[in-house]
């Protein structure tokens, strides 16, 4: 049976799609449904049925869903197992766009030195995309935010560092007061559909704060950009050094909620690291954690 058959199957039933499913893996639909039809002739069984514009595994297809996972994690396994000799490899290692700013770049530099031999595959996303790439496989690990739901017993976190909310204002207005920056200049404003900008909408609900705002962007150091060039004043999470190394820029604290709200305590939000504890690539996972705890 070609393995290549068998992960092709599996991304398949995890998007429903052939399409989708080409497209994720640069091929044709038309090279995916022969592999399918294939790998149902070596199986001896139907493994897919149409359903609209969809596909969906039958009773067969799930049996072999089920268990394939398990054989490409293993031949995976049995790749960097020859390797280990020489400690050499691929590690896909996904992340969050404000640590390429923040702690990323030492973790990736402290995690080279003691694998000179090991290549690290990066992909960028936001925290959700990178859990679904984590749980079926396409990555190892994923520097990102803590998830609000359980984990299954496959993937492990650990959390390396709190962001707590600042506000970003020009060099000038270090001593001002910042929630009155807040409430009296234009707010360069977090994507709300981010967990930082919904963090932000909500400490400014809680403090009866109703900015005038001027834009709205998905990136913190685009923001200190604009805020540096006097268009307004931003609340961010505090990703780090890449924000005080700026001279035209300064970072305020704001002050705690104190009154009661009903609602959960606002917490910071919390960058860690996420890994599948089955990967056959655990001891550079085990590695680069270290990595990432020494440089933070």
């Not at 920056?181 to 360069?188: C, D, I, K, T």
Request: charged share 25%.
């Amino acid at each position: 049976m070609d393995i290549r058959y068998l992960n092709h199957f599996l991304r398949v039933v995890s998007t429903g799609s052939m399409s989708e499913a080409a497209r994720q893996l640069d091929l044709s639909p038309a090279a995916i449904a022969q592999q399918m039809r294939a790998l149902e002739r070596e199986m001896g069984a139907t493994l897919l049925v149409r359903h609209g514009r969809s596909v969906r595994p039958t009773a067969a297809g799930e049996r072999l869903y089920e268990r394939g996972q398990g054989l490409v994690q293993e031949v995976d396994a049995l790749r960097d197992w020859v390797a280990t000799e020489d400690d050499e490899g691929d590690l896909r290692l996904g992340t969050v766009n404000t640590a390429l700013y923040g702690p990323l770049p030492d973790i990736l530099e402290a995690f080279n030195s003691q694998h000179p031999n090991v290549r690290v595959a990066l992909r960028i996303g936001v925290t959700p995309a990178l859990y679904s790439a984590l749980v079926q496989s396409e990555l190892d690990a994923a520097l990102c935010l803590s998830l609000s739901f359980d984990l299954p017993k496959t993937v492990s976190w650990t959390p390396l560092r709190h962001e707590p909310l600042v506000v970003l204002a020009p060099a000038r207005d270090a001593d001002k007061d910042p929630l009155d920056l807040l409430r009296h200049l234009p707010l360069v404003r977090y994507d709300r559909q981010l967990a930082g900008g919904k963090l932000a909408d909500r400490y400014l609900q809680e403090q009866g704060i109703r900015p005038r705002e001027r834009l709205e962007l998905n990136s913190v150091m685009a923001i200190a950009l604009l805020v540096e060039r006097g268009l307004g004043v931003g609340l961010v999470p505090d990703i780090g050094p890449a924000l005080t190394d700026r001279r035209d820029l300064c970072k305020l604290p704001v002050p705690l909620l104190h009154k009661q709200t009903g609602k959960p305590p606002l917490a910071p939000r919390e960058l860690g690291l996420l890994w599948r504890n089955t990967s056959p690539r655990e001891r550079w996972i085990r590695s680069l954690l270290q990595c990432a705890r020494e440089a933070l």
